[in-house]
């Protein structure tokens, strides 16, 4: 199945005109094809989901789209130069992090986007699953090859939640909320996870693979009990159901912004707005780090993005690990 | 080519003993072979360079063993138990690294040892190349996957030239030093130089590959001009040849130890060795950085392998860099 990218161009450009319709001999000659293709082309879209109106005398008129993870969607009227210029969209994959990692491997270019409508093993930090079921989230993973040293790639998660927020903001008027280190919370319930995973040397990182899970249209009983009291949904929060294609489209555009100026500039060009946006800062917290386990106080978010807790035995700086309020 | 490893285990008991020879007839029924795979496994073993006396009415006696990376020479007497117990020689490989980047991401196991007796593209740091000729050095990847946050990563590089500089001097008497991050020096010409490569999320290392080039049996005629200034071998400067396989088998055995330990107890158990090894402890360098460029007096090596460095802008922690003394 292939989407005939020609007879949905020249639809969309109908939709923005007051006219309307166009008529299959337009389609045809506008074309060149055979006015047998425009039917298979139309029916084909149909089938992809494409609402398509065929009035007669008037022609035919793009009602709406589906909102899927269709190439040509994606990038019609993308507003990015690097990020998801390069795309590979699947129905199911087990996990968009471990074909991206594979893709960057064999040489895949900085801004190369996976997408999957589901994934049968997402994957969640520390070998956890991340639920991802058919057409209800975003699932994605981007390849990126910024030349830092491998201590600052905690930055770029820090700056991936920031674009996050930004593009929910933007998308449903939702506030939601940075809990350090990588999760997205509405309330107290996550509603969105990062997972970078890196290739790099000591001095230099090869590639980081950003994966992202977002929770968009699952409705309460799309969630297994096991995550109902801790995981919301974009749908559930904001009582919409939330176009993902639009979501996702703003993401790209605000994450490369954030990034081109991450690479210039380093994390210190977003500190504030990351600090203003975190839930943890004043916090008292306990802390799992590897096998270390501490508690203090949550001071600070410094240039690398590691935690500044204060502890009975002073500062201690924390580049990862897993966090909860006291 | 196989060797006959059953021969070969009778040939080496029968050195130690003092009578010496072994007669064909006795290989014969002592393995259960036919005499005439006897006169083939003895032909093999020739070829690879075993050196066999035949003696007559004395049998065969084992008089020295080839300096080549045969797995059974390497396992042979092995005193460690996780280090090369897996392992794969080649003859050429472009670079040992790289092949056991791909084992490890095929799930090969903790302590896998890929050996090369040459490497077309073997690479150093920052992706230059290491020179790495045929039989002269010893070109290795290990393979680990110690449960610790890439942040502690930079002090298993540390670890791993520790381990080489004990096994250096037990081998050759040479008292080799440290160049941090990642270089063994004798005088100031690089003798061996370590790159980590890993796989990780920010909380946890998947993997470690810890490639190595040991500069051991080059004459100065074997260096290409660009190199003869500033890299040397073991022969050089010992004026011996050296075993590359003992001190190989000596190296998996050192850095076995220091290794078992650091998982344990992190890099202090080892910071005063290494720091007495260093060259650059109180002198003043330039670093390169990334992008940045820094002066300083290095005052330290801290519990993450970083080191610190005294600026004119006060202290700075670094991770990893490019230093040349001043």
Same mark, same amino acid.
């Given at each position: 199945?292939?989407?005939?990218?020609?007879?949905?161009?020249?639809? $969309?450009?109908?939709?923005?005109?007051?006219?309307?319709?166009?008529?299959?001999?337009?389609?045809? *000659?506008?074309?060149?094809?055979?006015?047998?293709?425009?039917?298979?082309?139309?029916?084909?879209?149909?089938?992809?989901?494409?609402?398509?109106?065929?009035?007669?005398?008037?022609?035919?008129?793009?009602?709406?789209?589906?909102?899927?993870?269709?190439? #040509?969607?994606?990038?019609?009227?993308?507003?990015?130069?690097?990020?998801?210029?390069?795309?590979?969209?699947?129905?199911?994959?087990?996990?968009?992090?471990?074909?991206?990692?594979?893709?960057?491997?064999?040489? @895949?270019?900085?801004?190369?986007? !996976?997408?999957?409508? $589901?994934?049968?093993?997402?994957?969640?930090?520390?070998?956890?699953?991340? #639920?991802?079921?058919?057409?209800?989230?975003?699932?994605?993973?981007?390849?990126?090859?910024?030349?830092?040293?491998?201590?600052?790639?905690?930055?770029?998660?820090?700056?991936?939640?920031?674009?996050?927020? /930004? *593009? !929910?903001?933007?998308?449903?008027?939702?506030?939601?909320?940075?809990?350090?280190?990588?999760?997205?919370?509405?309330?107290?319930?996550?509603?969105?996870?990062?997972?970078?995973?890196?290739? @790099?040397?000591?001095?230099?990182?090869?590639?980081?693979?950003?994966?992202?899970?977002?929770?968009?249209?699952?409705? /309460?009983?799309?969630?297994?009990?096991?995550?109902?009291?801790?995981?919301?949904?974009?749908?559930?929060?904001?009582? $919409?159901?939330?176009?993902?294609?639009?979501?996702?489209?703003? #993401?790209?555009?605000?994450?490369?912004?954030?990034?081109?100026?991450?690479?210039?500039?380093?994390?210190?060009?977003?500190?504030?707005?990351?600090?203003?946006?975190?839930?943890?800062?004043?916090?008292?917290?306990?802390? /799992?780090?590897?096998?270390?386990?501490?508690?203090?106080?949550? $001071?600070?978010?410094?240039?690398?993005?590691?935690? !500044?807790?204060?502890?009975?035995?002073?500062?201690?700086?924390?580049?990862?690990?897993?966090?909860?309020?006291?």
């Amino acid at each position: 199945m292939m989407i005939s990218e020609g007879i949905l161009t020249l639809l $969309k450009r109908g939709k923005k005109s007051a006219s309307g319709g166009l008529s299959a001999d337009l389609l045809s *000659s506008s074309l060149n094809y055979p006015l047998s293709s425009i039917y298979d082309g139309i029916e084909e879209l149909r089938k992809f989901g494409y609402e398509i109106e065929t009035q007669r005398g008037k022609g035919y008129r793009l009602i709406s789209v589906p909102d899927a993870f269709i190439p #040509f969607e994606i990038n019609y009227n993308l507003k990015t130069r690097i990020l998801g210029k390069i795309l590979y969209s699947y129905q199911t994959l087990k996990s968009t992090n471990d074909l991206a990692f594979r893709l960057a491997e064999e040489k @895949a270019v900085e801004g190369t986007l !996976i997408l999957a409508e $589901k994934q049968t093993a997402g994957k969640g930090r520390m070998g956890r699953k991340w #639920f991802s079921p058919l057409h209800k989230g975003i699932w994605l993973s981007l390849i990126l090859r910024p030349n830092i040293p491998p201590v600052k790639a905690p930055g770029l998660s820090l700056c991936t939640s920031l674009a996050l927020l /930004q *593009s !929910i903001k933007e998308k449903t008027g939702l506030e939601a909320r940075l809990k350090w280190p990588n999760d997205c919370l509405i309330g107290n319930k996550k509603v969105a996870g990062i997972l970078l995973e890196l290739s @790099a040397e000591l001095d230099k990182v090869d590639f980081v693979i950003i994966g992202v899970g977002i929770n968009v249209n699952q409705s /309460q009983n799309d969630f297994p009990v096991s995550l109902k009291r801790t995981a919301t949904s974009l749908l559930i929060e904001s009582e $919409k159901k939330i176009s993902r294609v639009e979501l996702l489209k703003s #993401f790209l555009k605000n994450l490369e912004n954030i990034y081109v100026n991450f690479k210039s500039f380093g994390l210190k060009y977003y500190r504030e707005d990351i600090k203003k946006y975190s839930t943890l800062l004043g916090k008292k917290v306990k802390l /799992q780090y590897g096998k270390e386990k501490l508690k203090g106080m949550v $001071k600070d978010i410094d240039e690398n993005g590691s935690l !500044i807790l204060e502890t009975r035995k002073g500062k201690r700086t924390v580049t990862a690990g897993e966090v909860t309020l006291i």
